[in-house]
């Protein structure tokens, strides 16, 4: 069974950045859907960002296109989400899941949380002054 860590979470002031990683226990990293899901205080769990690990197509939530990065290292099986120009707004626990997959990988399809078989504890970004 894939595990996935998270990394890279803090306080980070309002316009600034930061970079999570999800580091996968696993030989390869072909062939996986890995996403981020977030969750803020009295929200539901939301997806922000995915990627499939077979061809890098990538999927992201309308609030953080243009601002939001995921990007894959395979020979380091980690998977990051680069931040930028960040907002009260994206203050949440960040979780990384994985599921088996190849192929392309739309945003409509990577949003069905029950799809994933793999979760990490999460990591707190919190934006803030």
């Known amino acids: 069974q894939l595990q996935v860590v998270e990394s890279g979470g803090g306080l980070v002031q309002p316009g600034g950045s930061v970079r999570l990683t999800c580091a996968a226990s696993?030989?390869?990293?072909?062939?996986?859907?890995i996403a981020w899901f977030r969750q803020a205080p009295g929200r539901e769990r939301e997806a922000v960002s995915c990627?499939?690990?077979?061809?890098?197509?990538?999927g992201y939530a309308d609030s953080v296109k243009g601002r939001f990065t995921i990007s894959i290292d395979k020979p380091r099986n980690r998977v990051y989400m680069q931040m930028d120009k960040l907002n009260a707004e994206d203050s949440a626990v960040y979780y990384c899941?994985?599921?088996?997959?190849?192929?392309?990988?739309?945003?409509?399809?990577?949003?069905?949380?029950?799809?994933?078989?793999?979760w990490g504890r999460g990591t707190q970004v919190t934006v803030s002054t």
């Open positions: 899941a994985a599921v088996r997959h190849a192929g392309p990988l739309s945003f409509k399809l990577c949003q069905v949380q029950s799809a994933y078989s793999d």
């Open positions: 696993t030989a390869t990293l072909d062939y996986y859907a």
């Open positions: 990627i499939s690990t077979s061809d890098e197509s990538t």
